[in-house]
């Protein structure tokens, strides 16, 4: 349970990989590929979509087609643009990061408003704003559809660029039952991730205007991105997204049950109203570091991640059953009590 990145593809996802047609994407001519990103492309009601191996590069990309160096970004603190992507928007881009701090990833359209820089020449001037839904480091927790009108108002009013990381974007629809296309409507721009709850072994999808797109394909050409018989691995998205879609409620469920199981305990710090999506946060409180916490988890069968400040981190997905999950969450609870 340390990540919905560990599942591994299934025989049948396999079998669609390979038996996939391909040909050579660098020239436009995998029909596989094209059939992914044009599905993806109408899912998000956007007119063009573009294949990457990650999602790093997916939000890098974005970031890079947005901006010119000497630009401003801003991003929520925990973000994934700022904490996980190795500093990339600087080395790649040449841009600077304004992170604005959030409630579980969440920031005000206020915040944002007054992160903006004035138009003075000092300054460097602010080009776009990203929100991450669901937020991987708030717990899987979801942006209101409010919120992001509110952000988005915001950005309009200042001329911005809005982006969204939705790498979980898919989990927050079928949590809130809003189609992928309502939410992505706001957006300039809108990455997905293949490979987390979906279950693919890899990739992620960039969408915007065919305009933006045609750019960004430019950019993944420069990044390295250009890949050539990847029908293989558009197969593998295309037979997530018939496929793992819809079934990310069963994650979610679990994902709640295994909150119950330990707030039932007087060991956790737990908050099961936190748990919108498939991510769980948690503390300990009568206990040792939590390194040496999820060392003696892993002993008991138990492979949990750390979350940020002091917490631990467990997601559901998967390759994990409901029973798998209970009998994890039992784990944990007799180990605190010992
Ligand atoms: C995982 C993740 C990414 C990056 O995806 P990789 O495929 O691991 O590069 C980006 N944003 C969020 C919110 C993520 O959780």
Known sequence: MRSDTVTKPSEAMRKAMANAEVGDDVFGEDPTMNRLQETVAELLG????LFVPSGVMSNQLALKTHTTPGDEVIVERDSHIFNYETGAPSLLSGVQ???VPGVRGLMTAKDVEDAIRPD????MPTRLVCVENTHNR???SIYPMKLIEEIRDVAVKHGLKYHLDGARLWNASVATGIKVSEYAKHFDSVSVCLSKGLGAPVGSVLTGTREYIGRAKRFRKIFGGGM????ILAA???YALENNFRRLAEDH???????RILSESSMFEVNVGHVETNIIIFGIKH???IEKFIAEAKSAGVLLSAGSAGKLRAVTHLDVSMENVRKAAETLTKMSAS
Not at 46 to 49: D, G, N, Q, R, V
Not at 228 to 231: D, L, M, N, P
Not at 253 to 259: D, I, M, S, T, V
């Open 46 to 49: 956007k007119e063009s979509a």
């Open 120 to 123: 003075v020449y000092y300054m």
């Open 138 to 140: 708030g717990g899987g």
């Open 287 to 289: 206990r040792i570091g």
């Open 228 to 231: 050539r018989q990847a029908g």
């Open 236 to 238: 593998a998205g295309l």
């Open 253 to 259: 469920e679990k994902a709640k049950n295994f909150a």
């Open 97 to 99: 990061i304004n992170p």
